[in-house]
């Protein structure tokens, strides 16, 4: 008897994956190539940073790679910008 593959929607790309290739990003998932073409990106961007907030939630929006980062994160990810 075949078992079914439980699959999940990669909300970049949109291709349905095995859950196994499942990348969480707080409340997204994404499929591994996506999350390094994700990675890289943000890596490579000279971010401009100005408060902004999401669904009620708090943090700091990028101007130049329009990436989200909340602000109960930043410090520990952006030690450099905070004082």
């Known amino acids: 008897m075949c078992q079914a ?3 999940f929607t990669c909300e970049h790309c ?3 994956l095995p859950i196994e290739q499942r990348v969480a ?3 997204v998932y994404m ?3 996506c999350t390094a073409g994700w990675r890289k990106e943000f890596e490579a ?3 401009d940073w100005e408060p902004y907030s999401a669904d009620g939630e ?3 929006y990028c101007r130049n790679c329009h990436h989200f980062v909340a ?3 930043f410090a520990d990810l952006f ?5």
């Open 45 to 47: 961007c000279r971010h």
């Open 5 to 7: 593959t439980e699959t």
């Open 58 to 60: 708090d943090g700091q």
């Open 79 to 83: 030690p450099q910008t905070t004082s």
């Open 31 to 33: 499929c591994e190539g």
């Open 14 to 16: 949109e291709k349905d």
């Open 71 to 73: 602000d109960d994160v």
């Open 25 to 27: 990003h707080v409340d």
